[in-house]
């Protein structure tokens, strides 16, 4: 029996599938603790008061646990799903090009930084309030699957591969999240989140687009190399 075209296309959705369970073992285990961050934080009886709880888990000024541990919490159901979704979305082209302790790696250094630099803003303009979420990291993920999909489009965006090739999709879909997410930090009247944290956001861009650039000119070299 012949295999028709919709066939062929259903099938070839179902291989990039099985690639991409495969390809994000390391994302979808940063998701599960991330989500059982979330109800632990939110929904289990820990016994502590609303200051012990800042101290630890929101970064602020002043130095605490919460400079590390900020980047594990999220402030609403919304939020979470907003980092986590990026990180589903582009997490698999990250995976698929650095090792898992390059990606880990990854995530928490571009977390803990783009913390520490909105932490500096804090301090700088005297601001008391506080920062939690994972999106410095995700953002990185975002900027950083952004650079790679350019590099593989070799200057030709709309070529594709077969009618299942996602990469104008997530090309434009990078463009749009990470240009939202400026316009609603920098540009007052487009905001539709007045308490996001635009500096730490920008910083896990430029930290992403940078491994990015070094980890495709250093592949590049290798290749180069060993031709």
Same mark, same amino acid.
């Given at each position: ?25 390391? *994302? ?14 939110? $929904? ?6 609303? &200051?012990?709880? #800042? $101290? ?5 000024? !002043? ?26 979305? +582009? /997490? ?5 090009? =650095?090792?898992?302790?390059? $990606? =880990?790696? +990854?995530?928490?250094? *571009?977390?803990?930084?783009? #913390? ?6 804090? @301090?700088? !303009? ?12 995700? +953002? ?5 699957? =952004? ?5 593989? &489009?070799?200057?030709? =965006? +709309?070529? #594709? ?22 316009? @609603? ?14 500096? /730490?956001?920008? #910083?896990?861009?430029?930290? /992403? ?6 980890? *495709?000119?250093? !592949? ?8």
């Amino acid at each position: 029996m012949r295999e028709t075209d919709t066939d062929q296309d259903l099938r070839q959705v179902r291989d990039q599938i099985d690639i991409w369970l495969t390809d994000t073992i390391v *994302t979808r285990t940063v998701f599960a603790i991330l989500f059982i961050w979330y109800i632990i934080s939110w $929904y289990a009886p820990l016994g502590i008061d609303e &200051s012990t709880a #800042t $101290y630890w888990f929101l970064a602020r000024a !002043n130095p605490s646990p919460g400079w590390i541990l900020a980047m594990f919490s999220h402030v609403s159901f919304d939020h979470f799903l907003a980092n986590t979704g990026q990180l589903f979305l +582009f /997490g698999a082209i990250v995976e698929r090009r =650095l090792t898992t302790k390059q $990606y =880990l790696t +990854f995530l928490f250094t *571009t977390g803990l930084l783009t #913390t520490l630099v909105q932490v500096l803003e804090y @301090n700088i !303009n005297g601001i008391t309030g506080g920062m939690v979420g994972a999106s410095g990291a995700t +953002f990185a993920v975002v900027t950083f699957a =952004l650079v790679t999909l350019l590099k593989t &489009s070799n200057g030709n =965006l +709309f070529a #594709t591969t077969s009618s299942t090739d996602l990469r104008l999709g997530l090309i434009l879909a990078a463009l749009i999240i990470l240009t939202g997410q400026l316009l @609603n930090d920098f540009t007052t009247y487009l905001s539709f989140s007045q308490q996001a944290s635009g500096v /730490g956001h920008l #910083t896990g861009m430029i930290l /992403g687009a940078t491994v990015a650039i070094l980890y *495709t000119v250093t !592949n590049d070299t290798h290749l180069t190399t060993t031709q």
